[in-house]
């Protein structure tokens, strides 16, 4: 009970509607004891983004149990919480409904509503709960995971039942409109993300004129490109290049508070320079100065998410690649090093770096596959000119998806807010 308010004393007593209650969990929840001793339920159910989902039998795979009779049984109506990792995880949603009957992992608290409460109403009350984090408050010390116990005497609010349905058929269909717009919204910008990669792919394959004479490429992916670009491999426009350290050479135990940079994925994937906190001696830099990284740099990821490119920048600290990094100095006669990042980030070279690292022990790329990497190159100037609308198109679709991302937020907020108030009665529904 240590760390939770007693529900006589709940700080909302006061600003609650005058009859409605407050009462302790112990009187408003049972805990779900029901195991699944004898495999007597087969279908997975997952809490995913606050809703209680059927995991599909393709997605049984990695981190599972030998056996599921060791879930518990949940049947619509029952409420889950995770409960767990609450000290490293401040932004999961860790409440949802249970709408279809199944098995979950019995690490999560299920929960079964007294006939004080309607499930759909304290669903929607201990998800405000979660949203204005009250979970993180419970329990005693830094905890980690809460339990059961923890919930014996949380307070919940309990409005009369009839005027619990009222606030689940008004927040049922408020929301709904909410998350319909939200949808609206994500799937604008999934296609301001596909029109911005329709663009570069055509801006790297056959350039942005409209109508330029054509050339057969010789490539049976690309059956034809302008006259005077040239299918070239990588290996062809770089003049030096360097695989990062192999083996024990360089661990994350020879990391240090401050020195050089240490670059690796968490960098080129984003493309961002300024982000990361690991650095090695000035003695271990002078060990590996071969694989310092210089301005113009193209460094390239080569194990795990393989294939992602990005120029180092001018203003990027002075340091080393890591083993997951390949980093190729270009011949700057030939190509342009903003042309080459956007080409290998383009879909086409993404397809053929993905094909070329397929069938290994673990999914990576090395020099060889990496340096056949095929690219239509263009004269400079040309390429010059693409780099340029390129950029300005990237700028304009982030400034457009900064703005959706933003009204997605304010919505979510009001979302947020829109049920705090209703499960709380600040709003007059009857």
């Not at 490429?217 to 302008?226: A, F, N, R």
């Not at 968490?266 to 100065?289: A, C, H, L, T, W």
Request: some cysteine; aromatic content about 8%.
């Amino acid at each position: 009970m240590s760390g939770v308010p007693d529900a006589a004393n709940a700080p909302w007593r006061e600003t609650i509607p005058p009859h409605w209650e407050v009462i302790p969990g112990i009187a408003a929840v049972r805990k779900n004891r029901r195991k699944n001793i004898g495999m007597k339920e087969d279908t997975v159910l997952s809490l995913s983004y606050g809703r209680i989902v059927i995991k599909p039998p393709e997605k049984l795979t990695g981190l599972v149990p030998e056996s599921f009779e060791t879930y518990q049984i949940l049947d619509p109506g029952y409420i889950v919480i995770r409960t767990t990792d609450l000290q490293n995880d401040w932004t999961s949603l860790r409440v949802g409904l249970v709408k279809n009957c199944g098995i979950i992992t019995s690490a999560y608290v299920g929960l079964t509503p007294s006939n004080r409460f309607s499930p759909e109403f304290l669903y929607y009350l201990l998800h405000s709960y979660d949203t204005k984090k009250v979970f993180y408050g419970m329990g005693s010390g830094l905890r980690q995971n809460i339990g059961f116990d923890d919930f014996k005497w949380l307070p919940f609010i309990c409005p009369p039942r009839p005027e619990q349905d009222t606030i689940v058929a008004f927040l049922d269909g408020k929301l709904e409109a909410v998350d319909r717009y939200l949808r609206v919204k994500e799937r604008e910008i999934a296609l301001l993300n596909e029109r911005k990669r329709a663009f570069i792919h055509r801006a790297v394959t056959r350039g942005l004129d409209d109508t330029p004479q054509r050339q057969p490429s010789g490539i049976p992916w690309l059956p034809e490109i302008p006259v005077g670009w040239q299918i070239l491999r990588l290996k062809a426009l770089i003049m030096s290049s360097a695989a990062g350290p192999y083996g024990s050479s360089l661990t994350k135990s020879m990391y240090t508070r401050e020195g050089y940079r240490v670059y690796g994925q968490q960098q080129v994937i984003p493309n961002d320079f300024s982000i990361g906190d690991y650095y090695i001696s000035e003695e271990k830099f002078q060990s590996m100065r071969r694989y310092e990284i210089s301005p113009r740099d193209l460094l390239v990821s080569v194990m795990g998410t393989v294939g992602r490119a990005a120029i180092v920048p001018e203003s990027a600290e002075r340091g080393i690649i890591n083993p997951r990094l390949v980093k190729y100095r270009l011949d700057e006669a030939k190509v342009l090093p903003r042309f080459i990042e956007i080409a290998i980030n383009s879909s086409s070279s993404q397809e053929q770096l993905s094909d070329a690292s397929k069938g290994t022990t673990m999914e990576g790329l090395n020099m060889q596959s990496l340096g056949n990497l095929q690219l239509p190159v263009p004269p400079v100037s040309v390429q010059a000119i693409i780099v340029k609308q390129v950029d300005q198109e990237a700028i304009h679709i982030a400034t457009t998806i900064t703005r959706a991302r933003q009204q997605i937020e304010k919505m979510q907020e009001y979302r947020t807010a829109l049920i705090a108030e209703a499960v709380t009665g600040k709003l007059d529904l009857i």
